[in-house]
């Protein structure tokens, strides 16, 4: 088979076409374009939760009272329950005037002292055990934030390595299949480019249908929570460990040409 043909079918059946938009970045002569991919699984280990503390009150030193003491019991918490060393954080304490309207006017309650607390744990149920004995309140509010992975910056170099391995492979077996051999890399990147000849730009891997694609998405640093949850009485977020999935991909431009 002529090269000519060769490329034009290995390039439809990776689906690597590039747009009109990128010329400029892409060789005039012979290449493969190809995509790798990498994904993997982990259970979180960060809970994250957040103390807001005010209180009201016309004597200012009442007022930074009851916080420093409310302070005092959330930070005693973080301890008892095994908050992870490093992560309790304190923000300093914040004075301001308080108001609020009555009957379209503007009236003054006295002074609010502010704090903020910030602490992560190492599994949920020490999460919860926190927050079961925590004393939300007006002047105590708590919210959690979605769990996280603290191994998350490693496991994203080890996937980008394991997606950049596979466009090799994948270019090999194309170039292979179709007589051609690879003379070199010419670029590669995490950023999926756009694609011609009605294949819109994310689509890469996903059917065709009526000169439109299906809906990869573009977004390449993905992650996706699933398992049970549920939400604490106190209005916070999730308290039950569920999976997190990393996927990174990789784009790769080989330079080819005839032979074996």
């Not at 000519?4 to 493969?32: F, Y």
């Not at 939760?49 to 003491?69: H, P």
């Amino acid at each position: 088979m002529k090269l000519l043909s060769a490329l034009l079918l290995s390039t439809t059946l990776a689906a690597v076409a590039p747009a009109w938009g990128q010329a400029n970045t892409i060789p005039s002569q012979p290449h493969l374009l190809v995509k790798g991919s990498a994904s993997r699984t982990v259970m979180p280990d960060r809970f994250t939760v957040k103390v807001e503390l005010e209180s009201v009150d016309m004597q200012t030193d009442v007022a930074r009272a009851r916080v420093q003491a409310n302070a005092e019991r959330v930070l005693q918490l973080f301890a008892r329950h095994g908050a992870i060393e490093g992560t309790v954080s304190a923000a300093n304490l914040r004075i301001a005037p308080s108001t609020r309207y009555r009957n379209d006017e503007e009236v003054y309650n006295g002074t609010a002292a502010s704090r903020d607390l910030k602490a992560e744990f190492a599994d949920a149920q020490a999460l919860k055990a926190f927050l079961g004995d925590l004393k939300a309140s007006r002047e105590v509010q708590v919210s959690t934030a979605e769990p996280t992975y603290s191994g998350e910056r490693r496991l994203r170099g080890e996937l980008k390595a394991e997606a950049a391995a596979q466009t090799r492979e994948s270019a090999k077996g194309l170039a292979g299949a179709y007589g051609t051999k690879i003379t070199g890399l010419y670029s590669i990147s995490d950023v999926a480019p756009n694609f011609a000849y009605g294949v819109q730009a994310g689509t890469w891997g996903t059917a065709v249908r009526d000169g439109f694609g299906g809906g990869e998405s573009t977004t390449l640093d993905k992650i996706a929570v699933t398992g049970s949850r549920y939400r604490a009485a106190s209005g916070g977020e999730l308290l039950t460990a569920a999976p997190i999935t990393y996927t990174e991909n990789v784009y790769a431009i080989f330079l080819i040409q005839d032979g074996p």
